[in-house]
Each structure stands twice: as C-alpha cells, then as structure tokens.
Nanobody
Framework: VQLQAFGGGLVQAGGSLRLSCAAS????????MGWFRQAPGKEREFVAV????????YYGDSVKGRFSISRDNAKNTMYLQMNSLKPEDTAVYYC???????????????WGQGTEVTVSS
C-alpha cells in the first residue's frame, strides 16, 4: 500500500485547506484511514479517522468542530477538510491506513510521506 498526501500549504488563521490522501491499493474500502500530524518539537498527534467498517468518523479534541474527514472509495482517496485554522494547527500532516478499527498510531500499518500545513497569525 502506498499513500500520497497532498494539499498542504500556507494559509492565514481563520482560513481553510483541504488535504487529500491517494492510496494505491485495490481494496481501499477495507482500510481504516486516518490523519495524524506532527508539529516541530512535538509528538505525533491523532487528528481524525474514518473506519472502514462503519464509515464513522472520530476526531482529536483539538480539531473537533473544525475539521471533517471523508473518503471516496471509488477514487481510493481520503480527504481532510480543515476550517477555522489556527496557528497551532501548523504541522506536517500524515495519512495512514490500517485494518484495525482504532486511532492509535499502532493501529496503522502504512503511512504517507506527509504534507506541510502552515497557519500564519
């Protein structure tokens, strides 16, 4: 499984960005897909996950109400719509795939290369 994340960039606080994660796998619908982020000098943080089994989304506390995760199984692509961005959202965002119904880093077997998001104040 290869994952490619893209869509990052520089945005002002209060703005929006949409990240995409394209997966090269034929059984995309059987993978739980997630987004994590890592800011400079900080540990990797869970952002959002969408389960393969129920398509239920779950979010980290810091992004609830502002970010929305979705997936298009026909296009083998997952999205992260980020609204009301804050400077503290600045990080490298990684997409990940796994077969478990969870959102710990250990639940994911495959990781993309990351896309950088910078939110200016």
């Amino acid at each position: 499984v290869q994952l490619q994340a893209f869509g990052g960039g520089l945005v002002q606080a209060g703005g929006s960005l949409r990240l995409s994660c394209a997966a090269s796998v034929r059984t995309f619908s059987t993978y739980t897909m997630g987004w994590f982020r890592q800011a400079p000098g900080k540990e990797r943080e869970f952002v959002a996950v969408i389960l393969w089994s129920s398509l239920s989304p779950y979010y980290g506390d810091s992004v609830k109400g502002r970010f929305s995760i979705s997936r298009d199984n026909a296009k083998n692509t997952m999205y992260l719509q980020m609204n009301s961005l804050k400077p503290e959202d600045t990080a490298v965002y990684y997409c990940a795939a796994g077969h478990r119904n969870g959102w710990a880093s250990s639940d994911f077997n495959y990781w993309g290369q990351g896309t950088e998001v910078t939110v200016s104040s």
